[in-house]
């Protein structure tokens, strides 16, 4: 504040009416009725300012906080308000991700970052089977099969391999023969 009066340190607590006293004529600076408007309008203020500057936390639901029964709205899940808020927005992100229609590639994905090792899928293998490759030792196959249940169209039957791939030299020999064979005429002779 550019200038101040007793009476204004008393009454003006919002930071905004504090800001804009300053704009206004120092005649004010004494006046009881014009400062109490001015704290109620700087209050108002202080409330859109909080709103507007939480707002931007309430795009994703990894920050969300007042918002999270709009993105349970969103995306179908019935609130459960005995959950901690982690646990909404646990629910709200698995059911983000789960979105997509479970097709090969997508079922890959799903399996490659469940599993934490590069999966394939190779389809068809049987009637509605589906095979998972795993191109790595140690991956999570407990919580990539329980990902996968949930993900996968019901219809369908996947078995799991860990199959490894490694470059190899090798040389190969080949040899080849040919030969001709020509077949001649029997011809009798009279003697």
């Avoid at 300053?22 to 859109?48: H, T």
């Avoid at 983000?96 to 090792?117: C, D, K, Y």
Wanted: charged share 20%.
């Amino acid at each position: 504040m550019r200038y101040r009066t007793e009476l204004m340190d008393s009454i003006l607590t919002s930071e905004n009416a504090r800001r804009f006293i300053d704009f206004i004529a120092p005649v004010y600076g004494n006046g009881y009725v014009a400062l109490w408007m001015f704290q109620a309008i700087g209050l108002s203020l202080d409330e859109l300012t909080q709103a507007a500057s939480g707002l931007g936390s309430q795009t994703v639901p990894q920050t969300a906080d007042w918002s999270i029964p709009d993105w349970e709205f969103e995306y179908g899940i019935s609130p459960d308000p005995s959950l901690t808020d982690e646990q909404r927005r646990a629910n709200i992100i698995m059911r983000m991700n789960f979105v997509a229609p479970a097709n090969p590639a997508r079922l890959e994905q799903i399996a490659s970052a469940s599993s934490g090792v590069p999966c394939n899928i190779v389809e068809n293998i049987s009637k509605n089977t589906f095979a998972i490759l795993m191109r790595e030792l140690g991956g999570d196959i407990s919580n990539m099969k329980e990902v996968l249940d949930s993900a996968k169209p019901a219809h369908l039957i996947y078995v799991t391999r860990v199959a490894l791939l490694r470059e190899t030299e090798s040389s190969v020999y080949m040899g080849v023969a040919g030969s001709y064979h020509k077949k001649y005429q029997t011809i009798e002779v009279n003697q």
